[in-house]
C-alpha cells in the first residue's frame, strides 16, 4: 500500500443505540444511484408529516453486499419514533464497536476507502461483522464540487 491515504486516520469507537426512521431496500449495486434520492425524500417526507426533525445526517446502513446486490437501509437519526407510514418504518441501530474513519470526496471514491480501511482493520488485528454504515456528513446538497463532501465510514467489530 502507498503513503498516499484516501481516508482520514481510523480509530476505535464505541457507539450508542440511535432510533431511526428507515426504508429497507434491495437492488441491484448499478441501481443504487436511482433509489437513493428518491429514498431519502421518502423518509424526510414521513418524518416532516409527523413533525419529527431529523437529529443527525442521514445514513445507508448496508445489511448485505455481494457483488451484484445492494441489501440495505436509507436511514434519518430520530429522536422520538416515527410512526410506520408507506416503506417507511421506525428501527434502532444498536450500541456498537466499530472502526470509524471519515472520507472526503466523491462518491466514486468509497470502494477505494473502503479497501483502505479493511486493510486498517485487518493490520490491528480486528474481526468485522458482516454490513457497514456510511453516514453522509456533507454531500451534493452542500455543493457541486465533491472535494468538500465528507462521509463517515463504520464497520462493527466483533468483541
Given at each position: 500500500?502507498?503513503?498516499?491515504?484516501?481516508?482520514?486516520?481510523?480509530?476505535?469507537?464505541?457507539?450508542?443505540?440511535?432510533?431511526?426512521?428507515?426504508?429497507?431496500?434491495?437492488?441491484?449495486?448499478?441501481?443504487?444511484?436511482?433509489?437513493?434520492?428518491?429514498?431519502?425524500?421518502?423518509?424526510?417526507?414521513?418524518?416532516?408529516?409527523?413533525?419529527?426533525?431529523?437529529t443527525g445526517p442521514w445514513f445507508t446502513h448496508h445489511l448485505k453486499m455481494s457483488p451484484d446486490i445492494f441489501d440495505f437501509e436509507i436511514c434519518v437519526p430520530v429522536a422520538t419514533p416515527v410512526?410506520?407510514?408507506?416503506?417507511?418504518?421506525?428501527?434502532?441501530?444498536?450500541?456498537?464497536?466499530?472502526?470509524?474513519?471519515?472520507?472526503?470526496?466523491?462518491?466514486?471514491?468509497?470502494?477505494?476507502?473502503?479497501?483502505?480501511?479493511?486493510?486498517?482493520?485487518?493490520?490491528?488485528?480486528?474481526?468485522?461483522?458482516?454490513?457497514?454504515?456510511?453516514?453522509?456528513?456533507?454531500?451534493?446538497?452542500?455543493?457541486?464540487?465533491?472535494?468538500?463532501?465528507?462521509?463517515?465510514?463504520?464497520?462493527?467489530?466483533?468483541?
Open positions: 500500500m502507498s503513503d498516499f491515504r484516501v481516508i482520514d486516520a481510523p480509530q476505535i469507537v464505541q457507539t450508542e443505540a440511535q432510533l431511526a426512521a428507515m426504508i429497507h431496500i434491495t437492488v441491484k449495486r448499478e441501481e443504487i444511484r436511482l433509489v437513493m434520492g428518491p429514498g431519502i425524500q421518502e423518509v424526510m417526507g414521513a418524518l416532516a408529516a409527523q413533525g419529527i426533525a431529523p410512526a410506520a407510514v408507506g416503506r417507511v418504518k421506525p428501527g434502532e441501530l444498536r450500541a456498537a464497536k466499530v472502526a470509524r474513519t471519515l472520507y472526503r470526496g466523491s462518491y466514486e471514491g468509497l470502494g477505494d476507502a473502503w479497501k483502505e480501511l479493511s486493510a486498517w482493520i485487518t493490520a490491528q488485528g480486528h474481526t468485522t461483522a458482516p454490513g457497514l454504515l456510511e453516514r453522509y456528513i456533507k454531500g451534493p446538497e452542500s455543493g457541486s464540487d465533491p472535494s468538500g463532501w465528507c462521509t463517515e465510514l463504520n464497520k462493527v467489530l466483533v468483541a
